[in-house]
């Protein structure tokens, strides 16, 4: 390895790290469980769905990297607990943490129902911020953690319905700031990324009115929409080496989005 190569490694490798990928089955959380796997990482996924859990993990170590999911719902925190004794029993406890799991309910906010609310944050709020005070003091323990949140505009501004959705993601971005506050002088840190709108599963609803589509690429600065894949470097560098002295910011990844 000649000296270039050893001083990029050592900025972004992470071999013999553990990550917990929730989510990383679909869309952003599976374009970053796959960069963090190819960079070193042994992988745990956890999300719902069986088939797309083993089909993930499966091209996981298709790259010779180690994978292990666990199904579960994170709306229920008896499930949020469990799925975290099974996650850390793959590999051992995890230095990185991602919460990419999500549910976009958004009824108009005359018809946002207290179940819809409870919905909401169970799963975009509460699961988070119970597995970060399962793993977290472990990593802070140890001297290295990282935590990762995938956040939203609407945690910024309100559009689209927000409702329940947007509090839960200002709630993220929040949740994050006081991890870092808890932990960085330990050697954790926690960010969050803001994505603008990317063409995944959890944005199907506004995916199927092209002029919809449209009309948000052309308020971006790049002129296109957002892909899955375009999270994996940011997230690459925020769970490295590199990244120590970033904590409690919210890093858009949104083309411009955010600026125009």
């Not at 990383?24 to 999300?47: F, T």
């Not at 690429?217 to 690459?236: P, Y």
């Not at 002295?245 to 955010?258: E, I, L, M, P, R």
Request: hydrophobic fraction near 45%; proline fraction near 4%.
């Amino acid at each position: 390895m000649d000296h270039d190569t050893a001083y990029l490694t050592g900025l972004f490798a992470l071999e013999g790290r553990v990550a917990v990928v929730t989510g990383g089955s679909s869309g952003i959380g599976r374009a970053i469980a796959e960069a963090l796997a190819r960079c070193g990482a042994s992988v745990v996924l956890v999300a719902r769905r069986e088939d797309e859990l083993a089909a993930t993990a499966a091209a996981l170590e298709s790259h010779g990297r180690r994978a292990a999911w666990v199904s579960a719902d994170l709306g229920s925190r008896e499930a949020v607990h469990r799925a975290a004794e099974e996650a850390a029993a793959a590999f051992g406890e995890p230095d990185i943490l991602v919460n990419a799991a999500g549910i976009n309910l958004r009824p108009p906010m005359d018809d946002l129902t207290p179940r819809d609310w409870d919905t909401t944050m169970a799963v975009n709020l509460d699961a988070p911020f119970l597995l970060g005070q399962r793993f977290a003091p472990g990593m802070a323990g140890r001297g290295y953690g990282r935590l990762i949140h995938i956040a939203s505009q609407q945690a910024f501004r309100a559009s689209f319905t927000s409702g329940a959705y947007g509090v839960s993601k200002a709630g993220l971005v929040a949740l994050a700031r006081s991890q870092a506050e808890a932990w960085s002088g330990r050697g954790v840190t926690a960010n969050t990324l803001v994505p603008g709108f990317v063409m995944t599963p959890l944005n199907r609803r506004l995916a199927d009115d092209p002029d919809r589509v449209k009309e948000l690429a052309a308020r971006t600065l790049t002129g296109r929409n957002g892909l899955a894949e375009d999270f994996a470097g940011a997230a690459v560098f925020l769970a490295g080496p590199s990244s120590g002295y970033v904590t409690g910011q919210a890093v858009f990844v949104d083309g411009g989005f955010s600026a125009h």
